[in-house]
């Protein structure tokens, strides 16, 4: 058993402390599972908590440009109130529930370019420390993949995915990210819109899926954006390729009703309800980050949405991502 670092602010002689994720994806809403194993330092020590926290890797767009950061979006404690004698070893179960709109970072076994972790902090004699981080990898819901299916089966290439910090007004987001899977237009398409964002909002009842076109301009208008929302069950049963073509039509249309609209801020939504068709007034996205997975093959029938690596790009960029989380993480701690 390999125990990745001493507990740094208990100093040598701390208990050490690994978090072991049980294999495969998880689920928006569903169960993470695994155990946290301990070993016992050079004493007795009081376990007064052991917390897990969930953390992402978000972009966040300001005046100034665009910036990364780490975001915590939930924590759960999973044990504690017990004695780790001497060198002794414990393993403490645990299943916790991942919120619904967990980003999703993994399509057909295809990294996405997200990065999520979990985080395991160990209460010991009044001193915290953040012991572990792994790698949290999501796979997506049933009516998530579908979606993402038909759009590869319409001819939608996959670009980028990325975490943007803020909110979709107007909507029941509860995190304070989205998540934005940006696609490439069909051919059908190609003339009018230059890539097309796909955010989920799951929840418990149902998904809300919210579309946003960058629009090409005309020769007398400028590009805008233009976004729209629609509800689907978890367990529908649809012609997806029909109804996501609907929802991209319709999305498209918006182009001559919208105008020149004003664009609406990344902050709390109006808290309305909205039927399947509510329009949201667009938000506006000064420097998108295009992502390493420009040039991504179009995706060709039933393979649905093409997350093909070119390469080596994407996993490359997934890989340093990574890396630079982790790095960053432990460099704040020890500084």
Request: hydrophobic share 35%; proline share 4%.
């Amino acid at each position: 058993m390999v125990f990745k670092r001493l507990l740094g602010s208990l100093g040598v002689g701390g208990p050490t402390v690994d978090t072991v994720l049980d294999p495969g994806p998880a689920l928006p809403g569903g169960a993470l599972t695994g155990q946290v194993r301990l070993r016992g330092g050079g004493a007795n020590f009081e376990i007064e908590s052991i917390t897990l926290e969930l953390v992402a890797r978000v972009e966040a767009e300001h005046e100034e440009g665009e910036s990364e950061g780490a975001v915590t979006f939930e924590r759960f404690t999973v044990g504690g109130g017990f004695r780790l004698a001497e060198g002794e070893e414990r393993s403490v179960p645990f299943s916790v529930t991942l919120p619904w709109e967990t980003p999703v970072t993994e399509l057909y076994g295809q990294a996405l370019g997200i990065v999520l972790g979990v985080r395991t902090e160990l209460s010991v004699a009044g001193a915290k420390d953040k012991g572990d981080l792994d790698q949290l990898a999501v796979g997506p819901l049933p009516v998530q993949e579908a979606v993402l299916e038909a759009l590869g089966q319409l001819g939608f290439g996959f670009r980028s995915a990325d975490l943007e910090y803020g909110r979709i007004g107007g909507t029941g987001q509860r995190l304070p990210f989205y998540q934005e899977i940006e696609i490439t237009p069909s051919p059908r398409y190609a003339h009018q819109v230059n890539e097309i964002e796909v955010t989920f909002l799951a929840g418990p009842a149902g998904m809300e899926v919210v579309l946003e076109a960058d629009k090409r301009g005309g020769l007398f208008s400028g590009g805008h954006d233009a976004l729209t929302s629609f509800t689907v069950g978890h367990h529908d049963s649809r012609d997806w390729n029909a109804e996501v073509e609907g929802w991209i039509e319709r999305l498209v249309e918006h182009r001559a009703s919208h105008g020149s609209h004003a664009a609406y801020g990344h902050g709390h939504g109006h808290g309305h309800g909205h039927d399947d068709h509510h329009d949201h007034h667009g938000h506006h996205h000064d420097g998108h980050r295009s992502g390493p997975g420009v040039g991504t093959a179009v995706a060709a029938g039933a393979a649905g949405l093409a997350v093909g690596v070119v390469g080596g790009m994407v996993a490359a960029e997934v890989v340093d991502e990574v890396g630079d989380f982790f790095e960053g993480e432990e460099e704040d701690e020890e500084g």
